[in-house]
């Protein structure tokens, strides 16, 4: 790693350190770590649909929903006009994980553009970032939810850690518990593992299951051209032979717009429309079902609110490409000051001034909420029953999830902020709303329980 200087900041210019956007491996059988355990457990319940009708109509809705956003036939309320969204999902095809620029936008057109004119990608392997501290805390959250994404991909997939090599006993005895079957996608729709055209581990991607695929051309993230096509075959990246549940791109996404909503909480709602839009960006692009996006924004919201609980089983870890971090609350409120410090001197006035300024396509509060909204179920079918017409006290079952507003909104206790996420959850019975704790983050509005926690603030 190196370092050198820019605007009186020391900025360290290093190899990206985001979770493998191709084919990235599990941890090994010996080393699964309780974090991933839980992970698998709490996405598996997609390899029991196929085991009652309510879970056959689901992978139906399932791969319905993907091909009619794909094709634009499904007109969905995105922030941008259909073709200028999927002109922005080809640059969202690079992932900026080092430094989390690309989701800088969603701070607005005064902040952002501070923002991004600090962290920037000079190459796809190198980035510069605005202080060592947000860097740290980027990589070690990414590397946390990344752990679990990449192991769900080959686990789902073939029941093994990288393809070849078979799974941890823990993780075959969660596969086993719920009477699940693996390659669920490629079954459902005729699709299996290693058939012509298709995946050779499993859960072949839309791009090689449905009908046809819209083609999407224009400047990838680094303005050389590229369609769709090169970023799902190659050569600028081929994902013929990466399992597609759960979403890496949106566990990527929905992990670091988390980081800047609690690091900037004024732009708390924007910066969690981001987060659906990067993952919906995918779908659009031909890359994963609705499915998997739920996977991976489940996932990544369940791993951040752990974090910030100081769970040991989060924190503490050594995780490849990442410093260890024992504090997260404290690396938190470090890389807050730091970058705070930074982005005020860059945009000249306060926080709250900087980030008021915005004619960005965030700018509508409403419009933010509701496609927010709409990204939360897809209007799948409902699988649980159990959980479907039910509020589920989020207090009871999953209390640490409440610091996800908590950090970003210190005025509010806990207790505050889990009732908040209670009011605000969205429709429950989803395919993964088991009644679990995981299951339950898939039900979590952020945008409205941001809205609300930010309605709070004392005057």
Do not use: W
Request: some cysteine.
């Amino acid at each position: 790693m190196k370092q050198r200087m820019a605007g009186g900041l020391a900025v360290m210019l290093t190899m990206a350190v985001a979770l493998a956007p191709i084919a990235a491996s599990a941890q090994p059988a010996s080393t699964l770590a309780t974090s991933t355990l839980a992970s698998l457990r709490g996405l598996a319940p997609v390899t029991t649909l196929p085991n009652t009708p309510a879970g056959q109509a689901a992978l139906a809705g399932n791969y319905t929903v993907t091909g009619g956003i794909q094709a634009g036939t499904i007109q969905q309320p995105t922030l941008l006009p259909f073709a200028e969204q999927q002109q922005l999902a080809l640059r969202d095809a690079f992932i900026t994980g080092g430094n989390a620029t690309q989701l800088a936008d969603s701070l607005g057109t005064l902040l952002g553009t501070s923002y991004q004119s600090l962290a920037k990608y000079e190459s796809p392997k190198q980035f510069t970032s605005i202080a060592p501290s947000v860097a740290a805390l980027i990589a070690y959250t990414s590397a946390t939810t990344g752990s679990g994404a990449n192991a769900g991909k080959f686990f789902f997939a073939n029941k093994t850690t990288d393809g070849k090599t078979p799974a941890a006993d823990p993780a075959m005895a969660v596969m086993a518990q719920v009477g699940g079957v693996a390659d669920v996608f490629g079954r459902a729709y005729a699709h299996p593992a290693g058939t012509p055209g298709n995946d050779p581990f499993g859960n072949s991607r839309p791009f090689q299951t449905e009908p046809g695929l819209t083609p999407v051309s224009g400047p990838d993230y680094f303005g050389k051209p590229a369609t769709n096509t090169t970023y799902l075959r190659g050569p600028d990246q081929d994902l013929t032979e990466s399992p597609s549940y759960p979403s890496g791109h949106t566990t990527y996404g929905t992990t670091e717009s988390v980081l800047l909503a609690i690091l900037v909480p004024e732009r708390y709602q924007q910066a969690m429309t981001r987060a659906a839009e990067y993952g919906n960006n995918r779908i659009i692009l031909g890359a994963h079902y609705t499915m998997d996006v739920i996977g991976g924004r489940t996932l990544a919201l369940h791993d951040v609110a752990h974090l910030l609980a100081n769970d040991p089983a989060y924190v503490g870890q050594s995780l490849r490409g990442a410093p260890v971090i024992t504090d997260f609350q404290g690396a938190v409120k470090q890389a807050r000051a730091d970058l705070t410090q930074a982005l005020t001197a860059k945009c000249g006035d306060t926080m709250p001034v900087c980030a008021a300024q915005d004619v960005s396509r965030f700018a509508n509060p409403a419009a933010n909420e509701a496609f927010y909204t709409i990204t939360l179920t897809y209007g799948l079918p409902v699988v649980f029953q159990s959980t479907a017409n039910t509020v589920e006290d989020v207090g009871k079952v999953a209390p640490e999830a409440g610091y996800l507003l908590t950090t970003a909104f210190p005025y509010l206790t806990l207790v505050q902020a889990n009732a908040i996420l209670t009011a605000t959850e969205g429709p429950g019975g989803g395919f993964l709303d088991n009644g679990s704790e995981f299951g339950l983050y898939s039900r979590l509005n952020m945008v409205a329980a941001a809205k609300r926690a930010a309605a709070m603030a004392p005057h």
